[in-house]
């Protein structure tokens, strides 16, 4: 069966600018959460979203939001760009709220780099 | 703060020789816990996870892991390195309803 697809793969964008970066989940597979993964600082979750609804939040500002459409695809947006948003953003998908069972389906991730 | 820590942040070895990374965690109670790969330019994927009973779990590629709770450890091996498991591994602990991840070891091996 088809992995989890994230769209872009790569881009550029300059300070100030927003994103949105998009992603598919393994059919069947309700939720989905987002992390930021950078050389220093390792992966650092973001969101996780299960049916839709926001289940749970890390330690980003308000600049980073995401949501959850009835397919289970997802967005996350990223407003107001900083030069240390530039990162891999990684989606994974489970078939239950993730936390739950641990085992994440990733994708290849968007690499964003902001100049 | 429930953490992980993955005390070697990058590992050099030959192959052949033999692997342990270390995964110790800071949650006391009931855990999930999890070793991740990263293949480069790959995604990342499940190398292995203990939920309940043989604390020493087996996993792909020759990887096993040892959860020891008194140690609050979890730490991956694997008798013989192979040049493909060059990669970066992570430690992952589920304590409730989120995934705590550690910072990942990056894995050299050389031929």
């Known amino acids: 069966k088809a992995g989890v697809t994230q769209t872009p793969r790569y881009l550029i964008k300059t300070r100030g600018q927003q994103v949105t970066l998009s992603c598919s989940p393994i059919?069947?597979?309700?939720?989905v959460s987002w992390y930021q993964q950078t050389p220093g600082q390792g992966l650092q979750f973001l969101f996780e979203?299960?049916?839709?609804?926001?289940?749970n939040k890390g330690n980003f500002p308000g600049r980073f939001s995401g949501r959850q459409f009835s397919n289970s695809r997802s967005e996350m947006n990223v407003s107001t760009l900083e030069l240390g948003d530039s990162a891999l953003y990684l989606c994974?998908?489970?078939?239950?709220?993730?936390?739950?069972?641990?085992?994440?389906?990733f994708g290849e991730g968007s690499r964003l780099t902001v100049l | 703060a429930q953490s992980v820590s993955q005390h070697n942040h990058h590992v050099i070895l030959s192959e052949a020789a033999s692997l342990e990374l270390g995964c110790n965690y800071s949650?006391?109670?009931?855990?999930?816990l999890f070793w991740y790969v990263q293949y480069p330019g790959q995604h990342l994927q499940l190398l292995l996870k203990y939920f309940s009973g043989d604390p020493l779990v087996k996993g792909i590629k020759g990887f096993e892991a040892e959860f020891i709770k008194s140690k609050f450890s979890f730490n991956l091996r694997k008798p013989s390195v192979q040049w493909s498991d060059t990669a970066e591994y992570f430690c992952?602990?589920?304590?409730?309803?989120?995934?705590?991840w550690g910072a990942g070891t990056k894995l050299i091996i050389k031929p």
């Open positions: 994974a998908s489970s078939r239950s709220a993730g936390g739950d069972t641990g085992e994440l389906f």
């Open positions: 949650y006391g109670g009931t855990v999930n």
């Open positions: 979203y299960f049916s839709e609804t926001q289940r």
């Open positions: 059919s069947g597979h309700r939720s």
């Open positions: 992952a602990v589920n304590s409730g309803y989120q995934l705590i």
